[in-house]
């Protein structure tokens, strides 16, 4: 009986077919069981005499979500979703803390006077454009993590900690990548919120909260850094792994309005010397123009054809 030899081209054709057959990760929404008072700072007597004034439920009831047992893999990205009926949301630290204490200050110290009667619904969201403004009205939209440090009178943020079920000390993260990589079943998230400056007026609330979780299976590799800096010749992007298992390679994307473009005309293969060994990558990106913030994103491809979202790095106009 003559027998079937593949050839290099039928391998390389069932590779690519692996490839564009994996299933993207699944993103699913997980919304608080209620709403969350926010107390007025320092017994209404001013930011000095006082510390914060945590928020009631604090990290527990409507200000934590549990993830089902049923959300299979690891985090890949994480968006929170946060509505505010607030007068002056400049007065409030919103800290996400999730599994293994790691997190992220959502917003401290920003936004302004909203002087609006309608609460806004804030995406925070690594990938977005811009920053929460710290001025004038702030209105509903999608930004990065937003962290000023100092309170209205020019004090260092403080988000009450000794208290019962109070968050990890800080200092705390700005990236929600910093979640990446965790486990998403039975995962818990709490989200403490505390007013650290007095003059906000009473009933001001967050009526509701929700994490928009991305999961897929475990990844293939840890990156350690990802970073983009402008040069000469355009913009230099650069990564470092820690370890490598099973990895084919990376993409680059680019976005500054919303549309990802891949950088790489090809597959960047993976370099790792071994498993669980550590590599160091560099691509450059000639098409990027000057005067414009781009964001990268950068996404892994193990041997069995999974792809994992791995971070952002960002890049301002010159």
């Known amino acids: 009986m003559r027998r079937l030899r593949l050839t290099p081209l039928l391998v390389a054709l069932g590779a690519l077919v692996l490839l564009c057959a994996a299933a993207a990760p699944g993103s699913t929404v997980f919304s608080s069981s209620g709403s969350i008072a926010v107390n007025e700072c320092c017994n209404g007597v001013g930011d000095a005499t006082g510390p914060s004034s945590a928020a009631n439920p604090y990290g527990t009831g409507a200000g934590q979500i549990t993830l089902p047992g049923t959300v299979s893999g690891v985090i890949q990205l994480v968006k929170v979703n946060v509505t505010l009926a ?3 949301p400049q007065d409030l630290d919103v800290l996400l803390v999730g599994p293994g204490n790691r997190t992220v200050m959502l917003m401290s110290d920003t936004g302004g006077n ?3 009667f309608v609460p806004d619904s804030l995406t ?6 811009g920053v929460v403004p710290d001025t004038g009205e702030l209105i509903s939209g999608t930004y990065r993590p937003t962290n000023n440090g100092t309170d209205c009178d020019n004090q260092t943020e403080s988000v009450p900690e000794t208290m019962p079920a109070g968050p990890p000390v800080g200092p705390y993260g700005s990236q929600l990548s910093t979640f990446n990589g965790l486990t998403a079943a039975n995962s818990v998230w709490n989200l403490y919120v505390a007013d650290d400056c007095n003059g906000i007026g009473p009933d001001q609330t967050i009526p509701s909260w929700s994490l928009d979780i991305t999961s ?5 590799v840890h990156v350690k850094t990802f970073t983009a800096r402008r040069v000469w010749s355009g913009i230099a992007l650069t990564w470092r792994t820690a370890k490598e298992t099973d990895l084919l390679g990376f993409n680059v994307f680019r976005s500054n309005k919303g549309k990802w473009t891949r950088v790489n005309s090809r597959l960047i293969g993976a370099s790792g ?6 590599a ?3 691509l450059l990106d000639t ?5 414009i913030t781009y964001t990268y994103r950068l996404e892994s491809i193990a041997l069995n054809g999974r792809h994992s979202w791995q971070g952002f790095a960002r890049v301002s106009p010159n």
């Open 86 to 88: 607030f007068n002056f």
């Open 114 to 116: 909203s002087n609006t």
């Open 216 to 220: 897929g299976p475990a990844t293939a």
């Open 280 to 282: 160091s990558y560099r």
């Open 287 to 291: 098409r990027a123009r000057t005067g």
């Open 124 to 129: 925070f969201d690594d990938a977005a454009g």
């Open 273 to 278: 010397t071994g498993p669980g060994a550590g």
